[in-house]
C-alpha cells in the first residue's frame, strides 16, 4: 500500500500487488508462444495441460516454480510476445467468477509487471507519495504567478521522481490509479500557501475513461478545497493529445466545464504541433524544454517563434520552460512568451505549510474510490 499525498490527505492506496500462485492459466492466439511456455514449464518440473491457444500451469509444491517460470519467460519472451498473451493465476472453481476473471485477466507484461519481475514494483506499493511545485514566473517582472505540481514517491529513505513512478505504473496497468493520485495530491498539497496564484496540474488522457466518472474524486477534492476553479490548470503533454485527439478534446470540454483551464505542454516537439493548438485551443501554451535549450540555434528559433504566434493568435498564454540561464530568459522574452519556467527562477520543491491555519481552511478528508 503507498500513502497518497504524503499524509496530506491521510488515504491510502491498495496496489493489489498479486502473491504466490500455485496455478496459472495462460492463452494467446500467437501459435509459436504457448508452445515455449509449456516446454519452459516443464523444464521447470511443473505440470503442464495444453489446448489450443491454452496452456494450465499448475505448481504442486508451493509456488516457488511459478516463480521461477515468470522469471524465466520475462528473460525468454519478446516485450511484444508479452503483450499478447493473457494470464489468470489461481483462477476460481465458479462458472461465474471464473469467466469475470478470465475476461478481466491482465496481459503477462503487466503480471509481470505486477509481480516485480520486470519493474520495481515496491516503487508503487510501498511509496509515500506527496507533491513538490516549481514556480512559473511572469517574465516582464520576474513575480511568480503560478506552480506545476510534481509527484514524488518516498521509498525506504530514497526519493522516486514522477518519471520512475509512472512508468511502473503504466507497466503494471495502474496508470489510472496514479494519475488520479497525482492530481488530488497536487490540489490538496497547494491549499495552505497557494494564495491566488495558478496551479498547473499535470494528467494522461489515456488514464481518463469517462470524465464525469473518472474526475468526479478529483472534482470534489478541487471544490472541498476551496481553490477557485479559474487557478487550476490542466496540463498535457503534446505527445499524449497526439495519441487519441477526439478522446483528448472531451476530456479537455469537461475540464472547462468546471471552470478550469487547460494547458498543452512540450509544444514543439512534434511535427503536428501547429495543427493540434488550433484543435485544441489551450488557454495555456508551454514550449518544449529542449528547443528553449536549443537557442539560440536559428532553428529553434523559428519554431518557437512559429509556435508563440499562433498561441498568441488563439487567445493562449505562453510559457517557456527550461530557462535556466539569463541569456535563455532574454531569448524567449524576445521571441514573445509571457511567463517562464525552470531552474533560474526556482527548482521543485515542497514548500512548508504556515505555522497556523486559518480558520475555515479544507480540512484532510478520507479519499474515496473513484
Avoid at 19 to 28: E, P, Q, S, V, W
Avoid at 69 to 81: K, S, Y
Wanted: glycine share 10%; proline share 5%.
Amino acid at each position: 500500500m503507498g500513502t497518497i499525498c504524503g499524509g496530506v490527505c491521510g488515504c491510502r492506496q491498495n496496489w493489489e500487488v498479486p502473491g504466490r500462485a500455485t496455478r496459472a492459466l495462460l492463452a494467446t492466439s500467437i501459435g509459436h508462444v504457448l508452445p515455449h511456455v509449456a516446454r519452459t514449464a516443464k523444464a521447470l518440473g511443473l505440470t503442464v495441460y495444453s489446448a489450443p491457444q491454452l496452456v494450465d500451469v499448475v505448481d504442486d509444491r508451493g509456488g516457488a516454480g511459478l516463480d521461477r517460470l515468470f522469471n524465466r519467460l520475462a528473460r525468454d519472451l519478446t516485450a511484444a510476445e508479452t503483450e499478447v498473451v493473457r494470464i489468470a493465476t489461481d483462477p476460481p472453481d465458479d462458472g461465474a467468477a471464473l469467466t469475470a476473471r478470465l475476461l478481466t485477466a491482465p496481459t503477462l507484461a503487466v503480471e509481470l509487471a505486477r509481480r516485480g519481475v520486470t519493474v520495481e514494483v515496491g516503487v508503487l506499493a510501498e511509496a509515500e507519495f506527496w507533491s513538490v511545485y516549481q514556480p512559473i514566473v511572469s517574465l516582464a517582472d520576474r513575480s511568480v504567478v503560478a506552480h506545476e505540481a510534481l509527484l514524488r514517491g518516498l521509498v525506504d529513505g530514497r526519493e522516486v521522481g514522477g518519471g520512475d513512478l509512472f512508468f511502473v505504473a503504466e507497466s503494471a496497468g495502474w496508470l489510472h490509479r496514479l494519475d488520479r493520485i497525482g492530481r488530488e495530491s497536487a490540489i490538496a498539497g497547494a491549499v495552505p500557501w497557494l494564495g491566488g496564484d495558478d496551479l498547473f496540474v499535470n494528467f494522461n488522457p489515456t488514464s481518463i475513461y469517462r470524465p464525469q466518472v473518472c474526475l468526479a474524486s478529483t472534482e470534489r477534492v478541487a471544490h472541498e478545497t476551496g481553490i477557485a476553479p479559474n487557478q487550476l490548470v490542466f496540463e498535457v503533454v503534446e505527445s499524449h493529445a497526439i495519441a487519441d485527439r477526439g478522446h483528448l478534446v472531451s476530456v479537455l470540454e469537461h475540464y472547462r466545464s468546471l471552470g478550469w483551464r487547460v494547458a498543452l505542454d512540450d509544444v514543439g516537439a512534434g511535427w503536428s504541433s501547429l495543427s493540434l493548438l488550433a484543435a485544441v485551443r489551450p488557454e495555456v501554451v508551454k514550449l518544449d524544454k529542449g528547443l528553449v535549450q536549443e537557442l539560440p540555434d536559428d532553428g529553434a528559433r523559428t519554431v518557437l517563434k512559429a509556435v508563440t504566434d499562433l498561441a498568441h493568435q488563439l487567445g493562449a498564454v505562453v510559457v517557456a520552460e527550461g530557462i535556466e540561464t539569463e541569456q535563455l530568459a532574454e531569448e524567449v522574452t524576445a521571441l514573445g512568451a509571457d511567463m517562464g519556467q525552470g531552474w533560474l527562477f526556482g527548482r521543485p520543491v515542497r514548500p512548508e505549510p504556515p505555522a497556523e491555519e486559518p480558520e475555515g481552511r479544507w480540512q484532510p478528508v478520507e479519499a474515496r474510490p473513484r
